[in-house]
């Protein structure tokens, strides 16, 4: 895909972008031409796009502002897509991009004076590219292969056989475990044979252990309802209504208290005889009542009695609490039997619930019937009933059902219990374990691990033949593409050193194939003398690239190297070349050159971006390019920790030095003799000029410095000159009396050359890359 940078719409704390914005339509063309003073951020542009190019974040987070902000950012547009930097990484597209700068030269040409072996096999890499480096790469990776195949086979069969040892029953071969067959739901199966071999192993003790207790049950419903329903069969009617004629007759005078009529008549009719009333104590002459009462109050009666008494008394133990502290005692054995039964024998506790809501039913109920029983003591020979008596019944029994149904969770658990019991077999325990080993080795025979050691340890002999071919063929195509390469590399640059009169050429060589990595091989031929590219202490007396070349010299290789790589790319067409300051210690014949290809390079690379510091170089570059090809912009600063990427006029910015007025005032701060007045009404006009030329969209092309400021006051706040403002009005203030009538006691008219120098430095921090 064809990208081409459009627009660097946005850096912050990378390099010297403490935060970078691009303004004004400062977009990129087919050649564009970067202008930026020495440590301004030409550098890190050149290493933001090789680290897009390399997906490499490592440069980037390598490059963060000394004393910047907590997060790195970039947002690049190529065309309608966008590349951005954020969270330590690159997102959206990686073009195609080809850097010439100093770290191209330092990992690929030399350093300093020095060509080391990391230079020769970086070099190599560059040289025979991608496709030669992955050859390279699979050389040594089946070196190493092959290296380690043998001793491989016998670290398999000695893992295979430790692993056999330690899951296997005695006695077990490793052919016997790779035999082992795979077993459906193994896991569950581990499980329940784990449960057989710790019961077996305690038999003893479980048949004796403890088990749970029930939970008391409550007296059936309706025996409460047999109760509260009996009435006395037998009993004469006229002495059952005599009875009961008497009985209302004494509760109609009002003689109550705490036992009834029919219970006190009840208790009398116990003593009495033939001769004298048992109440009174007067002779009998008429006995009717009386033989009443001893037919009234038979031995039915008292069985009945002590029948409700009986459930009064039952009830009684509800209400008291009685039942509850039971319950809870059982309870609280059954946390010891739980934890034993569940860690013994694997059985999981019974889950109780709603034990509190239950107790407490039936203490409620038994408060309900127990009225129903208080009734029924008062007149014993007849039914209770009614709505209030079925209401305590329904009570009694829905709470019984309770206590019921968390008996039947106990019984299921009990009866687990049992059954465990019944099961274990301490005879059985040495084939139980023998079968448990079994399975834990069936199971690990068909893990994922222990798979793949058995299928390396099958591959292993079949893919050492394969190793051995596969590194003949590989190297052979290498062999090709380095020749062919080196070959064709070697003359093309030895055409750029004749045309760059560098006086040496160079016999590139076939790589050298020694150590792991290949590196490329070349000599230095002076006067047709080979000179080594490389030299050591111990050779510091002997010709060699350290002290047989200029820096001219060592910079036309690196140069000479770099575009016959690029030239020779079959995808130049859409590669986009960035050189920064490419002609670092080159003589003016060598700048020509230089930038005679760099206009090639414009018609034939997808893209051509040149940063440098020399607005000069950069106009030779304008005057020699087709001027539609060309976009000119420039690093500046424009407001306090602001970097600006604005369009920049080259034509306009390589005046002669002399006449320039930023010139002037800088001269000024230097120590040169100008007019103060001069200079100081120069402050006023270097400014706006810069932001008129920065922004001419915001900015009209006559807007004075008062303007200025208050366009900038009413700007956005991302607007990158709003830092400028303070900064703005003070030489403004400053400089107003170089345009106005005399003001007498003007300060500024007796400002001192220091203060103006300081006012003077503040135009030039602010109007950086002019």
């Known amino acids: 895909m064809l990208w081409k940078l459009r627009e660097i719409k946005f850096v912050q704390n990378i390099g010297r972008f403490e935060k970078g914005k691009s303004i004004a339509n400062a977009t990129f063309g087919v050649c564009t031409l970067v202008f930026g003073e020495n440590g301004w951020g030409k550098s890190t542009v050149a290493d933001l796009l090789r680290s897009l190019t390399t997906n490499n974040p490592d440069i980037v987070i390598g490059r963060k502002t000394l004393a910047g902000g907590p997060e790195q950012k970039a947002v690049l547009r190529f065309g309608d897509q966008r590349a951005e930097f954020g969270g330590g990484k690159w997102t959206g597209i990686r073009p195609q991009i080809a850097v010439y700068d100093s770290v191209f030269v330092n990992e690929n040409v030399f350093s300093g004076d020095v060509i080391t072996n990391d230079h020769l096999k970086n070099q190599y890499g560059m040289v025979v590219g991608e496709e030669g480096v992955r050859r390279v790469r699979r050389i040594v990776e089946l070196d190493s292969e092959n290296r380690e195949n043998t001793n491989a086979i016998r670290s398999v069969e000695t893992e295979l056989d430790g692993v056999v040892r330690a899951v296997g029953p005695d006695g077990m071969t490793r052919k016997q475990f790779l035999a082992l067959q795979l077993i459906a739901d193994v896991d569950a199966g581990l499980e329940e044979k784990e449960k057989e071999v710790t019961r077996a192993s305690r038999a003893k003790e479980l048949k004796g252990a403890t088990e749970p207790r029930l939970l008391p049950v409550p007296t059936e419903t309706e025996e409460f309802r047999r109760s509260a329903h009996c009435t006395i069969e037998g009993i004469a009617e006229e002495a059952a209504e005599a009875v009961r004629r008497h009985i209302a007759k004494h509760e109609s005078k009002g003689r109550g208290g705490s036992m009834t009529h029919e219970s006190w008549l009840e208790v009398g009719a116990s003593f009495v005889d033939e001769e004298e009333c048992a109440f009174c104590g007067q002779p009998l002459n008429d006995r009717s009542l009386i033989d009443s009462y001893a037919e009234f109050f038979s031995q039915a009666y008292k069985n009945l009695a002590s029948e409700v008494k009986g459930k009064r008394d039952t009830l009684a133990r509800y209400e008291n609490a009685e039942y509850r502290n039971k319950v809870q005692e059982i309870l609280r054995q ?12 694997q059985i999981e506790p019974p889950l109780l619930e709603g034990v509190q809501a239950a107790v407490e039913g039936m203490e409620n109920a038994a408060r309900l019937l127990d009225a129903v029983f208080v009734r029924k003591q008062g007149n ?42 019944a099961s274990v077999d301490p005879t059985e325990l040495p ?11 069936a199971k690990k025979r068909h893990e994922k691990d222990t798979v793949l050691v058995i299928t390396r340890l099958e591959s292993l002999e079949k893919r050492k033949k394969e190793i051995s071919e596969e590194k003949a063929t590989v190297k052979r195509e290498l062999n090709e593409l380095g020749r062919a390469i080196t070959e064709t590399l070697g003359k093309t640059i030895n055409t750029y050193l004749a045309r760059l009169n560098a006086g040496f050429r160079i016999d590139y060589r076939e790589p050298n194939y020694q150590g792991k990595e290949p590196a490329a091989s070349y000599q230095i031929l002076i006067n047709d003398v080979p000179v080594s590219p490389r030299s050591t202490s111990s ?16 910079s036309t290789l690196a140069l000479a190297l770099f575009l016959a790589k690029v030239n020779a790319d079959p995808a130049l067409s859409e590669t986009i070349v960035v050189l920064d300051d490419p002609f670092t210690s080159l003589d003016n014949f060598r700048r020509q050159f230089t930038a005679i290809e760099i206009r090639k390079l414009c018609g034939n690379a997808a893209q051509t971006i040149v940063l440098s510091h020399d607005k000069n170089f950069l106009r030779l570059l304008w005057e020699k390019i087709d001027q539609s090809m060309i976009k000119c912009i420039a690093i500046q600063t424009g407001a306090p920790g602001m970097t600006t990427i604005a369009p920049y006029d080259i034509e306009a910015e390589t005046q002669p030095r002399h006449i320039t007025e930023r010139m002037k005032i800088e001269e000024f701060v230097e120590g040169e003799t100008h007019e103060p007045a001069y200079i100081r009404s120069r402050l006023r006009t270097v400014c706006e000029d810069f932001y008129r030329r920065g922004d001419p969209g915001l900015f009209h092309e006559a807007a004075s410095l ?18 400028s403002i303070e900064s703005l009005r003070d030489i403004n203030e400053y400089s107003r009396g170089e345009h106005h009538a005399r003001v007498e006691d003007d300060p500024t008219g007796d400002s001192s050359a220091e203060e103006l120098r300081g006012f003077c430095r503040k135009v030039l921090e602010i109007t950086r890359g002019m």
């Open 334 to 345: 059954h946390d010891g039997v739980y934890t034993y039964w569940k860690e013994a024998g």
């Open 380 to 421: 014993m020979t007849e039914a209770v009933a009614g709505a209030e008596v079925e209401g305590a019944m329904t009570a009694w029994g829905d709470a019984r059902e309770q206590i019921l149904r968390l008996n039947y969770v106990l019984e299921e658990y009990l009866g687990r219990i049992k059954a465990l019991k």
């Open 431 to 441: 084939r139980l374990k023998k079968e448990l080993k079994s399975l834990q080795a």
């Open 539 to 554: 050779t510091l007396a002997e010709a060699s690239f350290r002290n047989t070349l200029s820096a001219g010299d060592k």
């Open 706 to 723: 008062e303007e200025i400021i208050r366009i900038l006051e009413g700007a956005p706040m991302e607007h990158p000159y709003k830092g």
